[in-house]
């Protein structure tokens, strides 16, 4: 499985953009896909996934703001981000793993397949 993630770039606060996660290989709508962000010193945080179940799932500074969703026909996965605000200024990683519950779905050991990371950069 490869994932490759693109979207990413600069936008002034309020703004939009929307990542894609597209997914090579044997990944299909039987995995988790999550977005991972990961900022100047600090550690790699969740953001947003859609399981196995198709159920979503955010970290609570997103909530209302970014919508994950997913393309089956595409084998992709799309992180649509609105209201953008210089704290979500990160490097945004996909992942995807067969074996994550909702009880471990912040967890990134928990995922397989890590994407290489697209830069987002919310300017004030």
């Known amino acids: 499985v490869q994932l490759q993630a693109s979207g990413g770039g600069l936008v002034q606060a309020g703004g939009s953009l929307r990542l894609s996660c597209a997914a090579s290989?044997?990944?299909?709508?039987?995995?988790?896909v999550a977005w991972f962000r990961q900022a100047p010193g600090r550690e790699r945080e969740f953001v947003a996934a859609?399981?196995?179940?198709?159920?979503?799932h955010y970290t609570n500074s997103v909530k209302g703001r970014f919508t994950i969703s997913r393309d089956n026909a595409r084998n992709a996965v799309h992180l649509q981000m609105n209201s953008l605000k210089p704290e979500d200024t990160a490097v945004y990683y996909c992942?995807?793993?067969?074996?994550?519950?909702?009880?471990?779905?912040?967890?990134?050991?928990?995922?397989?397949?890590w994407g290489q990371g697209t830069l987002v950069t919310v300017s004030s």
């Open positions: 992942a995807a793993g067969k074996g994550v519950i909702l009880s471990s779905l912040r967890v990134p050991s928990m995922y397989d397949y």
């Open positions: 859609i399981l196995r179940s198709q159920s979503m």
């Open positions: 290989g044997r990944a299909d709508r039987t995995y988790s």
